[in-house]
Each structure stands twice: as C-alpha cells, then as structure tokens.
C-alpha cells in the first residue's frame, strides 16, 4: 500500500495554526482580508522551501478565525496541497499593512485520514497487539489498523469485472467492455481507484474520459494504470497464452 501514499500526499490539507500580528487591527478587518484570501490565490514560496521560487496559483477551501486576541490569530486552513502556511500569513500581514508571521503550525487532516476520526498514536498500535498477543483479541487492532483501502476513499472509483483485473494486473489498460460501474464525478485526466467487484484495490490510474463516455461507449482505452497494488494470480487469467514455437 505504499505505492499510493503520493496520492495521499498530494491530497487537500488542513491545518490548524496561529498567525502572530505584528500591530492590532480590527477583527471585522481582519475577517475581510480572510476572506480575500479564501479561493484560489497567487503565491511564492517562501525562500527556504523545497520547491523552485516560482509564482503559482494555489486553492484555498476555507480559512476560519477560530480566536482571536489583537496580537494572536488562530486559523484552520483547508486548502490545496503545496500550499505554504506561514507564506500565507505573511502575505495576510501584508494585506492587513501591519505584518505577520506564523508563530505554531499543526497539521489535522491529509487527505481522508484526520486526527479527530481515524489517526493513532503509536502506542496505540503497541497496546493492540500485545493485547492480541498476550489475550488473543483483535478487537483493538482492527480499530487500529486500517484497510489499505481507506486511503483511496477521496479518489473517483471506477469498478472493475472480474474477467479484466488480472489483465491490468499484468499492465493492461482498463477498456470499455472491463468497467462494471463508475462514479459519476470522473472527468477526463482524473487520478481514479481501480476497484474489483468486492471492493478490493487493484490500482490507480489515470481517466482518459468522463464518466458519462465510460458508460456510453464499447470500445476504447477508460482508463491507464499508474500504480498496480493487487498482486498477480488472484484472479482466473482470461486470455489465451501463445502456443510454445516447435524447434
């Protein structure tokens, strides 16, 4: 399940994090430049970053003003991946013509995985198996550990016949006739999850057209896999294997 930690990675963020103002302003003026800066915004990365200084456009869901005291500002940040947190209260600080910076930072959801409904503590994972270990119950472990198929769960589905997954498997393309069911939301260049009939991953791939072509017609490529997580062999191979050449 490794393989498709780049789309969790890649995936929306939120953060929770206070904004140290430089000078007091008005709370009314600082909740409108929040909400100039909720949309899709311009930013540079700050100078130490891991990414080249270039000016991108980066998508900002929601910005909240959780507190407020004249001097501290505590925000929750739902916003696009790669977005820069204390480059965003600079540039609020800026707006507001009094100066900020980012004082904490802590970071509460990644994708479908939050702090509040489905992370762990390590010392979780340690108590649950030494419970599974030592009384033989696996009921905390299973509240534990996740199915690898949680971390797909924000991505579009596209189901797959039984007859097709062996070849995508093998690194097929997923075809027209190999589709059993698709999300509606699927549109043409999406990352999608490649799902066998009893829910089982099979892999990422991209979407060649929208949901609405999948359905409609029978012939031609859906979807091209990226990343293949289901091992090989679990399902009957449908094609037939060349005849051996005689010596």
Known sequence: MT?????VIHSSKEYVCVMQLHKPVEEERLREVIREFTGTI????????SVKRALRTKRVNEIELLEYTGKYAL?????????????????MGLVLGVGAHMREL???RTGPFHEDKNLVRMHDVAFALIRLREEGKDDLLRRTVLPGEFSICHLPKVVVRDSAVESIVHGATLNMPGI???QDTVKKGDMVAMLTLKGELIGLGVAEVSAGEMLELERGVAVRPKRIIMEPGLYPRMWKRKPKAES
Do not use: F
């Not at 393989?3 to 789309?7: A, K």
């Not at 925000?75 to 540039?91: H, Q």
């Open 75 to 91: 925000l929750r940040v739902d916003c696009e991946a790669g977005t820069y947190m204390r480059k965003l209260c600079w540039d």
């Open 180 to 182: 059993s069911m698709v």
């Open 42 to 49: 311009y930013q540079r990365p700050p100078v130490r970053s």
């Open 3 to 7: 393989r498709v930690v780049g789309s």
């Open 106 to 108: 802590r970071r509460t």
